[in-house]
C-alpha cells in the first residue's frame, strides 16, 4: 500500500512480543534508540503496521525519514507551499469547488480566487467557495477575524439555499461589532452553529478507537 508522506497522522513505535505496546514519535523528531517497528495511522484512518527483520538494521534510519519528511520544517517541501512560489502555476492547476457548487445546485455563492498565491491564508486551497455578496476585499477584514486568517468558507448546500459553512474559532473579542460582520457574511436568519469540540470526538478519541 503506498501512503503519501502528506497523510500521514501520526507514527507510534511498536514493540513486545505481538507489538501490542506502542509509544506516539512527535512528527518532526529525531529518534536514536534502535526501532523494532512502527504503526503509521493515515488522516483517512486507514493504516500500516511494518515490522520486519529489516527493521534491526535500517529501523532507525526508515522511522527518522518519515518523521522529518512528512513534517518538513521549509516550507519550501511542502507541495502546497512550493507550488505557491510560481505566480502562473494556478493556471495549470484547476479546482473542484466550481464543480462541486454546480453539483448542488445552490443559489448566491461564488467561487473566489483571492487566495490564489496565499495573500489570504496559507492553510486554505487557493480557490474556495463563499457567498456571492462577498467582495475579496470583504473576506480579507472577515478572516483577520478568525484563526488562522481563515474565513468561513461553503462546504455543501442546497437548490433551495441551504448551506454548510466551516467557520475558525475567533481570533478576536466576541463584541457587536464581530457579530455584525459576520451577520453582514452570512446575511440569513437562520443560521444554527455547531461547535466541533463539544458535539464530535476528539483527536485523540479518533486514535485511541483504531
Not at 501512503?3 to 529518534?31: C, F, H, M
Amino acid at each position: 500500500m503506498d501512503v503519501p508522506l502528506s497523510s500521514i497522522q501520526t507514527v507510534y513505535e511498536i514493540w513486545g512480543d505481538a507489538g501490542e505496546k506502542r509509544k506516539e514519535l512527535p512528527l518532526g523528531s529525531n529518534v536514536s534508540n534502535k526501532i523494532d517497528g512502527i504503526f503509521v495511522l493515515c488522516k483517512n484512518f486507514r493504516f500500516r503496521d511494518s515490522a520486519s527483520s529489516c527493521w534491526s538494521r535500517h529501523g532507525r534510519n526508515i522511522t527518522n525519514a518519515l518523521l522529518h519528511h512528512s513534517r518538513p520544517k521549509k516550507n519550501e517541501l511542502l507541495f502546497a507551499f512550493e507550488h505557491s512560489l510560481n505566480g502562473n502555476l494556478h493556471n495549470q492547476y484547476g479546482t473542484i469547488w466550481e464543480d462541486v457548487r454546480k453539483e448542488s445546485e445552490c443559489p448566491n455563492m461564488r467561487v473566489s480566487r483571492a487566495n490564489e498565491t496565499w495573500q489570504v491564508s496559507i492553510s486554505l486551497p487557493q480557490q474556495f467557495v463563499v457567498p456571492a455578496h462577498i467582495t475579496d476585499e470583504a473576506l480579507s477584514l472577515v478572516s483577520g477575524l478568525c484563526l488562522g486568517t481563515r474565513p468561513p468558507v461553503w462546504v455543501w448546500g442546497n437548490k433551495v439555499g441551504g448551506a454548510i459553512f466551516i467557520q475558525p474559532v475567533l481570533n478576536v473579542t466576541p463584541s457587536p461589532s464581530v457579530d455584525q460582520m459576520f451577520e453582514d457574511f452570512f446575511r440569513t436568519k437562520k443560521r444554527i452553529c455547531v461547535e466541533l469540540e463539544q458535539s464530535f470526538p476528539s483527536h485523540t478519541q479518533l486514535e485511541d478507537s483504531v
